[in-house]
């Protein structure tokens, strides 16, 4: 208890014939009172008590002590007597200094602060202007901002990070989406009431002249706008709401989810989505140079293409519809008219589990194949992935935000493994890698679960082709082998560390046997009246693939989870931002 709480409580007190009692062993210096039935616990209570009262009522006070083990009270002894009034000095001595310190604090602090307000009032006063005898500003993007080194230009952008250096100079790191931009603010500039009160994210527009950085020193791209004139445009909020007080890098995942249109702000996120943005290209310009044509398929349909388990539905004007689970058997009504197509189109699977590569919404690249074997399905794959790669890489701006993100990555120079479904089962087996659920062998006919999967994979360490899955555990569409009617010619392909990133196969070309197929897996063939037409107009042997964007970018960016390869992830419980 403190002197003050102690003075507080003896002045509300009537202390019984003029004796302060303390009882070593049943009292309190926080809830006694010093009276018989509410005794302190030490010798200093009483003394601070008594110090609290009128200075001539103060020799009349006894202290009456009850040591432990004692029955009685006795007068307390003069030694101890003295003791407990030193040490009330000393603390009645810490406390004064205590008070009187935070009361210099305080004015120190009022005086600051006044003077803060002063030097803001100050600089209310200064105005800038541009001054006309420079040449005309030239409007520039960052990402140009090498070709316009030495000329007088404005740029636009966000205050990604400040540093204000002494009282005349204020660097600015602005962003514009096309990169980043050091500023560097002199003088008047910053003695603005913008300057000094400029907060992280605010839009701005500065003029000046940009400049090689002298050596040793650094910054982005190794030069700098020497601002002759700035304005603010919009400005961020500062103090609890500011920015960086929204989500940091230790932020729990839900609340980085939560504010995922701030944190596409940041440099590995912004890098991750403009990777994304050059893989896209890379997609089109790939399947452009291969001669097929994109096409654009509805995402609101009445079929299923991967079981029903996953497929999310929804009221269509009175009718049951889904959200499309792959755009496959639509590019494969194009064959006839378009020849080989694809597309980058959303899909949509109602994936209950939370796992770091399933989303509910997703980008999916799909391509259909006519008049091929499934050997050549296969070589479609890997030089599509293998042809992807090179072109990001081969854009030296792109490359290093790979590098950044992914440091050590190189593009292939092997061909990727090649392997059947029932080697992958003996190669497990042979690893002693087990059934989840029983802990037994894999057997032949097992659906291969995502951890054993990745395991094998990254056992390996390069991308397989893993090819003929068994029948049972396949779609409806998918052709039983010649040679051995238990597998399909189907193929997965397995990326280190992130497992499946493509799923294909030939296709049931055959109007029976697709008709057949329906009635093993219990379909209405009815609303795939028009699937069914492709093997009734002139049928042929195709086949086809999908591959998921983000878990591509996952391999590709090296990110943990697919939830970061897209702009606003869709997953259980999150369908925000
Ligand atoms: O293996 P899937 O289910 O195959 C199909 O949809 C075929 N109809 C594609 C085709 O042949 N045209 O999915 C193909 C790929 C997977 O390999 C995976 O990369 C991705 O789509 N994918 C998902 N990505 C993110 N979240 C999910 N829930 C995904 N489900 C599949």
Redesign the pocket.
């Known amino acids: 208890m403190s002197a003050a709480e102690i003075t507080t409580k003896a002045a509300q007190m009537s202390l019984e014939e003029n004796f302060v009692f303390v009882d070593e062993a049943a009292g309190s210096d926080e809830t006694g009172q010093g009276t018989k039935s509410a005794p302190y616990k030490t010798p200093l209570a009483a003394v601070t008590t008594i110090a609290s009262m009128p200075e001539e009522k103060q020799p009349t006070f006894k202290i009456q002590i009850k040591k432990t083990g004692d029955d009685e009270y006795a007068e307390i002894t003069p030694s101890a007597l003295k003791k407990a009034k030193k040490a009330h000095e000393i603390a009645a001595k810490k406390a004064k200094k205590q008070a009187e310190q935070a009361a210099k604090d305080h004015s120190e602090n009022d005086a600051k602060l006044a003077e803060e307000q002063r030097k803001l009032e100050e600089s209310k006063k200064i105005v800038l202007t541009e001054d006309s005898s420079l040449p005309q500003a030239k409007q520039i993007k960052i990402i140009d901002a090498t070709n316009n080194r030495n000329t007088r230009v404005k740029v636009y952008g966000w205050v990604s990070s400040m540093r204000v250096q002494g009282r005349s100079m204020m660097f600015i790191i602005l962003r514009d989406g096309t990169g980043y931009l050091q500023c560097v603010l002199t003088d008047r500039l910053c003695h603005t009431y913008d300057a000094l009160t400029l907060t992280q994210e605010s839009t701005v527009i500065i003029h000046g002249v940009i400049k090689e950085v002298p050596e040793g020193k650094n910054a982005p791209d190794g030069h700098e706008l020497v601002a002759d004139y700035w304005e603010v445009v919009g400005k961020a909020p500062g103090g609890d709401e500011a920015f960086a007080s929204r989500f940091n890098s230790e932020s729990d995942p839900s609340v980085l989810y939560h504010e995922r249109h701030l944190v596409i702000r940041d440099e590995t996120a912004s890098s991750v989505l403009k990777v994304r943005s050059r893989v896209m290209r890379a997609f089109r310009d790939h399947f452009e140079s291969v001669g097929y044509n994109e096409v654009t398929p509805p995402c609101m349909v009445q079929t299923q293409?991967?079981g029903g388990s996953?497929l999310f539905s929804f009221n269509y004007y009175g009718e049951n519809a889904y959200l499309t689970?792959?755009?496959?058997l639509y590019?494969e009504t194009c064959l006839p008219s378009l020849g080989a197509v694809y597309t980058l189109s959303e899909?949509y699977?109602a994936?209950k589990s939370n796992t770091r590569?399933?989303?509910?919404e997703?980008t999916?690249c799909?391509?259909?194949v006519p008049f091929i074997s499934f050997e050549d399905l296969l070589d479609c794959i890997e030089n599509m992935i293998k042809d992807v790669v090179d072109r990001v890489w081969a854009e030296p701006a792109t490359r290093a935000m790979i590098e950044k993100l992914n440091p050590g990555f190189k593009p292939f120079a092997e061909p990727f493994v090649r392997m059947r479904y029932e080697n992958a089962i003996k190669w497990l087996n042979e690893h002693g890698i087990k059934r989840e659920e029983d802990g037994k062998d894999f057997e032949f006919g097992d659906d291969i679960p995502e951890a054993p999967e990745r395991k094998m994979t990254d056992a390996i360490g390069k991308p397989i082709l893993l090819t003929h899955f068994p029948v049972p555990i396949k779609?409806f569409y998918m052709p039983p082998t010649k040679d051995d009617t238990r597998v399909t010619e189907s193929v997965?392909?397995l990326m280190p560390g992130v497992g499946?990133?493509?799923?294909?196969?030939m296709r049931i070309w055959d109007y029976d046997t697709l008709l057949a197929a329906y009635k093993r897996e219990g379909l209405d063939p009815a609303p795939y009246y028009w699937y069914l037409d492709q093997r009734k107009f002139g049928t042929c042997p195709h086949g086809?693939?999908?591959?998921?964007v983000?878990?591509?970018l996952a391999w590709l960016t090296n990110r943990f989870t697919?939830r970061e390869c897209c702009l606003y992830p869709r997953f259980v419980g999150r369908c925000q931002p």
């Not at 590569?357 to 509910?360: G, N, Q, T, V």
């Not at 499946?500 to 196969?505: D, F, L, T, W």
């Open positions: 293409v991967e996953t689970q792959s755009s496959q590019l899909s699977r994936e590569r399933h989303l509910s997703y999916h799909e391509a259909e779609a997965d392909l499946e990133i493509v799923g294909g196969s086809g693939f999908g591959l998921g983000e878990r591509f697919v």
